[in-house]
């Protein structure tokens, strides 16, 4: 990475501040004062501003159990929205990767790593997410082999890819899906004449939501989990 990118992915200040910081010898790299700005760096030196050694920020995961009546947006001006429940420095940097509605509650993840969002999120990827489902009707067991084989949602083009549902009594059942388009476990039912009144995520790829975690709380991803999460 460049220096001038470094200092200003790290500090507060811009790419042209920096300029000015590097002309008036305010920077240093491994203690030798540097001259341009736009030299390459391999990732192992000490930089340092004013003396003050400059720490690249790690990128952080973040699982949240969202609680109910929260929007997965950065900011709302009606409802709260879910990064109001952290406590963590730069939350702006922080970006939901796999969306909740408002009355859903479960497993969301936060993170400032585009990539590992992207991985989680794109449609290509095929994440498989596990939801709880309370219905309002009876779930019939023709609903099993017509969410294996594809339903056709209002205004989509495509069938959904297959599902797995399991039925766990008359009104509830566990779903597996490996898409995430817009309401989609609720548009899945209501193709079925059924209404979702609850709907819970329970896992994004092999991350299992956090028994200890209530409603609104939330914890670090581990090691294991951040590696593991697409599969
Ligand atoms: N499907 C829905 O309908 N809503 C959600 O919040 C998540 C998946």
Known sequence: MRLDKFLSQYTDYSR???????????????NEVVRKADIKLRGDEQVKLDGQLIVAFAYRYIMLHKPLGYVCANNDSEHPVVVDLLDVPRKQDLQIAGRLDIDTTGLILLTDDGQWNHRITAPKQECSKTYQVITAEPIQQDVISLFAQGVQLHGEKHLTRPAHLEILSSHSARLQIHEGKYHQVKRMFAATGNRVIQLHRESIGNIKLDSQLAPGEYRPLNEIEIQESTQ
Do not use: C, D, E, G
Request: aromatic share 0%; no cysteine.
């Open 16 to 30: 042209s501040q920096i300029q000015q910081l590097v002309k008036a010898a305010r920077v240093t790299v491994n």
